[in-house]
């Protein structure tokens, strides 16, 4: 059973800029698909960057582009999240999640319908 643990969550300043890191256990990290998304208190959750796993592109959503940057380390089977000039709307629980590649059919990333879920870390940003 495929197992992710998120690390790296924090309280911030806005302008300041973490790395959230998904580590994976019980699956080899190369043949998932895997995104990250954030829930706020009183929100839905939403999607914020995602690995497509027909191509390995990239994607993100428009309220982090620019400013967030995501990335794999198949080898330590990691995946990472950068978020730079973090501002208070970016407060929210993120998760990251899993699911094999070869299920996951749908146009987007972010509509894959992911199995596995980490418990998430808190990021808060105020000043």
């Known amino acids: 059973q495929p197992r992710l643990v998120e690390s790296g969550g924090g309280l911030v300043q806005p302008g300041a800029s973490l790395r959230l890191s998904c580590v994976g256990s019980?699956?080899?990290?190369?043949?998932?698909?895997i995104g990250w998304f954030r829930q706020a208190p009183g929100k839905e959750r939403e999607g914020v960057s995602c690995f497509s796993a027909r191509d390995g592109s990239t994607h993100y959503a428009d309220f982090v582009k620019g400013r967030f940057s995501i990335s794999r380390d198949n080898a330590t089977n990691t995946v990472y999240l950068q978020m730079n000039n973090l501002k208070t709307e970016d407060t929210a629980v993120y998760s990251c999640?899993?699911?094999?590649?070869?299920?996951?059919?749908?146009?987007?990333?972010?509509?894959?319908?992911?199995?596995?879920w980490g418990q998430g870390t808190q990021v808060t940003v105020s000043s």
């Open positions: 999640a899993a699911l094999p590649a070869v299920w996951a059919i749908q146009a987007s990333c972010f509509l894959y319908e992911y199995e596995d």
């Open positions: 019980g699956f080899r990290l190369a043949y998932y698909a």
